[in-house]
């Protein structure tokens, strides 16, 4: 049924799990992968009384970000490679990471976006939101919300749960 799994990952724990169930579901479905990060742009500093300036230049951040990626994103292939899972990698620069998903999903055709599920809650979660609520809201295709080891841990010897 899925052929196409896009999975976008920050390199936390809880996108390193992501990532492993993804793959594992892939597998068992015989789809590709697209593993995808969100690269920050530059801030823009903010000077004033009391404000820290920031030596960093926005090409020297530009090169940081794209090496954090490349390192993520490098990880996440081998990571599925080595189950014999065909997989791709795509990253782009957006402020706005549940934007840059649902750009990534319709550029590269995915018709499974794995998210993992936030830790966020309460005022947090009203006023910044939860990225996966936020893709699965938006996006035309389907959402697998990957639930966190403490909300849904897996069963001994299980190898994905999607329910």
């Not at 903010?46 to 230049?57: F, K, N």
């Not at 996440?76 to 065909?86: D, L, N, R, S």
């Not at 620069?93 to 934007?99: A, L």
Request: proline share 7%; net charge negative; with cysteine.
């Amino acid at each position: 049924m899925f052929k196409h799994l896009l999975v976008p990952t920050d390199g936390s724990e809880l996108s390193e799990g992501t990532v492993r169930r993804a793959i594992s579901f892939a597998k068992d479905a015989g789809a590709r992968i697209t593993f995808f990060y969100a690269q920050p742009d530059f801030p823009m500093p903010i000077y004033g009384e009391g404000a820290l300036i920031d030596p960093t230049t926005p090409e020297q951040f530009a090169r940081a970000s794209a090496l954090e990626a490349d390192e993520i994103l490098s990880r996440a292939k081998a990571a599925a490679e080595t189950e014999g899972v065909a997989a791709a990698t795509d990253t782009t620069v957006n402020e706005v990471p549940y934007e840059a998903i649902i750009d990534a999903a319709a550029d590269r055709c995915a018709d499974l976006v794995v998210v993992g599920a936030s830790k966020r809650r309460g005022s947090a979660a009203a006023v910044i939101g939860n990225t996966a609520e936020l893709v699965a809201g938006e996006l035309p295709c389907d959402v697998l919300i990957v639930p966190t080891p403490a909300e849904q841990p897996f069963a001994p010897g299980v190898r994905s749960q999607v329910g």
